[in-house]
């Protein structure tokens, strides 16, 4: 028999919100503002692919702590422009993407949030993220979330169940109790199941799938 579902848990970035009006747009903007022309086209295809290679060779991906974070977007940011870049202009990167006009939010997921208070469930963020998440949720308006657990704050990063299990234990529940909503099949759906939670897939195209998470709390 499956357990009752007694909480929710989000992933970020790619759940709830994407970069708006796109990685290589911001890129783009951010650079022009120093007097650097990049064509926004090309970023936005690199990034994918330096973020990747970063991510494969850092030790801690997305950063062990959040010093170590701002060091691998630094590097993500640099293989995405294919070059070193002025200071100045690494840390404005960084800092633009803690605000909210940096966001979009994706369809779904405010009605999600809406439908877990409906039904009196709390809902917890766990996410490859760091100090940055929790302000630009407020900001955004998303929530009121239980608690908000990012992958610097326990020093590794999803699919390791570390985050996941610390948000389960600030709810004082089972991992059992929790579905856990993302984007990523390896990053969310492989921790779920080491945690030992249920998962829904979501898309960064299309959103948070309502119906099927409608079904799946109707069901327990």
């Not at 007694?6 to 903007?29: I, M, N, Q």
């Not at 940096?102 to 439908?115: D, F, M, N, V, Y």
């Not at 409906?118 to 900001?139: I, K, Q, T, Y």
């Not at 969310?188 to 119906?211: K, N, T």
Request: hydrophobic fraction near 50%.
């Amino acid at each position: 028999m499956t357990a009752p579902i007694r909480a929710l848990s989000f992933d970020a970035a790619g759940t709830l919100v994407v970069p708006h009006p796109g990685v290589g747009a911001v890129y783009a903007e951010v650079a022009r503002d120093w007097g650097l022309e990049r064509d926004a086209a090309e970023l936005d295809a690199a990034f994918g692919p330096a973020l990747a290679r970063v991510r494969a060779s850092w030790r801690v991906p997305y950063g062990a702590d959040e010093d170590d974070a701002r060091r691998f977007w630094a590097e993500v940011v640099e293989a995405t422009f294919g070059e070193a870049l002025p200071y100045e202009v690494v840390c404005e990167l960084y800092d633009t993407f803690a605000t909210a006009r940096r966001w979009r939010i994706l369809p779904g997921a405010s009605e999600a949030l809406a439908l877990a208070t409906r039904l009196g469930l709390p809902a917890v963020v766990v996410s490859n993220f760091d100090c940055r998440l929790g302000p630009l949720l407020c900001e955004l308006g998303l929530g009121p979330f239980a608690a908000v657990v990012t992958s610097t704050m326990v020093g590794t990063a999803k699919p390791h169940p570390a985050a996941l299990l610390l948000a389960c234990e600030r709810l004082a529940l089972p991992p059992t109790a929790v579905l856990h909503l993302g984007d990523s099949a390896r990053e969310d759906g492989e921790m779920a199941r080491a945690a030992g939670a249920s998962y829904l897939a979501c898309s960064a195209q299309e959103g948070i799938p309502l119906g099927e998470l409608a079904a799946r709390l109707a069901a327990v």
